[in-house]
């Protein structure tokens, strides 16, 4: 089992830069997948990125493409989401998920696959 804790959220300009963090408790961090998810108000809970247990694959939707970077620190068990070029549609809660995985192969994308949720951060990009 493993608890999340998300830091690094706020109040930013459109254009700026952010980068979230997300820590993990436990000693086997190294074998959950992990993925950053985000809602907006009334919307659905969307992924924004998902990586595998060794960092090897990683996954994002076209809407965020270029623009946000995950990456993670398997000795700090702690995973990352840079996010670059902020848009105001980026205005969301964001959540950090892990799914223990049986090997290194490409991160489950749908909400529904990962078990452990961090409390969420939220990131307001003013226009």
């Known amino acids: 089992q493993v608890q999340l804790v998300e830091s690094g959220g706020g109040l930013v300009q459109a254009g700026d830069s952010l980068r979230l963090s997300c820590a993990a408790s436990?000693?086997?961090?190294?074998?959950?997948?992990m993925g950053w998810f985000r809602q907006g108000p009334g919307k659905e809970r969307d992924i924004v990125a998902a990586?595998?247990?060794?960092?090897?694959?990683?996954y994002y939707p076209d809407s965020v493409k270029g623009r946000f970077t995950i990456s993670r620190d398997n000795a700090k068990n702690t995973v990352y989401l840079q996010m670059n070029s902020l848009k105001p549609e980026d205005t969301a809660v964001y959540y950090c998920a892990g799914q223990s995985t049986p090997s290194d192969s490409p991160p489950p994308r749908s909400s529904v696959d990962y078990n452990y949720w961090g409390q969420g951060t939220q990131v307001t990009v003013s226009s």
């Open positions: 990586i595998s247990r060794s960092g090897l694959f990683r």
């Open positions: 436990g000693r086997t961090f190294s074998s959950y997948a």
